[in-house]
């Protein structure tokens, strides 16, 4: 080990995560500014570890990281399996315990005991509170493409089967736009939340697979002022609801509204790519549970003698395509771990670990420790 400011890139152990914090690519730029990236081997990761190998990184054994010196900051994307163990390092990843969701206390006491820091990336915010890596873009890519085969399936009269994680966009753009018969043109696609990160890859994708800009109805807060429920809404092939929700506002499409339009209705499939599913403000109020890549699509109730409606809830979207959002998370990442050696004065790193001490101190006085 040497004295260079060092990060070291850990497996995931989460089943399907094939996402990467770092990249070759950001690896390889964090060497050329003098870091070391140590990087362990895995199977399961989009990269090879032959890429990495590539740029100058150090491969270790999988999943090795609980032996490493306890200076060397851990980083990794999903959480670590359930284990009572100390964790005497430092983790940047997502922890998902500062919400109160379930075993958060568990989780911050494992730091506690160790002594180690985590840095959460759902809360490392710039100076303006807008988060700096998120993996928006590609869920709303990935749900207009899960959305487009899931009209297709419709129009074939199956539900859609199995949906498995793509080589690269090129593979993905390529399969749905064959499935659609060579192009998307002639579909029609509503994407509310347009000019968000989520409404943006939703458009980036429509576009790719050939529709016509047109038919790509592009919504945002401007379209909504007016209250749902919204007619346009059954008037699109596709209906992509990308928007953050921040408060109760009307329902953008209910049953009732589905009902009344009758045998002549467009609408055929809704990607609910916000899933705020179990949220008493959902503006989609027509489905209740979260879908999964097996079983992609729920049905929606319509009324007899009317055309078929069918929901993609998925909430991961963004590892159907784990190269591309690994590469654009990672590099929006980059800058902040430049910073990480001169962590103690760079706001984002600061106030993330204040955060950090407030939650557990709240999950030690709920632990007793
Ligand atoms: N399903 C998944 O896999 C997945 C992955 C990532 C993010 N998300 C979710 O997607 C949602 C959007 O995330 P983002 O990063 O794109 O957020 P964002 O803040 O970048 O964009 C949200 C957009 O919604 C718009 N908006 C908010 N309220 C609206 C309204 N009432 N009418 C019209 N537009 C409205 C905003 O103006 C903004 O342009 C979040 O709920 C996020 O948790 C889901």
Known sequence: MTNKPTFWLRCEKKEFERRAALTPTTSKKLIDAGFDIIV????QRIFDDAEY????CTLVANNSWPAAPTDVPIIGLKELPESEEPLPHTHIQFAHCYKK???WSKVLSRFHRGGGTLYDIEFLNDPTGRRVAAFGFHAGFSGAAAGALALVAQRKGAPLGLLTPYENEGAMIA???????????????????ALGRCGRGAVDLFRKIGLDEDDIVKWDMAE???GGPFDEILDVDIFVNCIYLSSQIPAFIDHAHIAAAGPTRRLSVIVDVSCDTTNPFNPIPVYNINTTFDKPTVPVAVGAGNPPLSVVSIDHLPTLLPR?????????????????????TAPVWA???RLFQSKLGEAAAVEGL
């Open 40 to 43: 362990e081997r895995d199977e």
């Open 351 to 353: 106030q993330a670990e």
């Open 324 to 344: 591309e959002a690994s590469e654009q998370f990672s590099a929006d990442l980059l800058p902040s771990l430049l910073e990480f050696p001169a962590r103690q």
């Open 53 to 56: 190998e590539a740029v100058g």
């Open 175 to 193: 399969q749905v736009k064959q499935l659609l018969g060579g192009s998307g043109k002639g579909v029609r696609a509503l994407v509310i939340g």
């Open 224 to 226: 909504t002022a007016k």
């Open 101 to 103: 969701q379930a075993g």
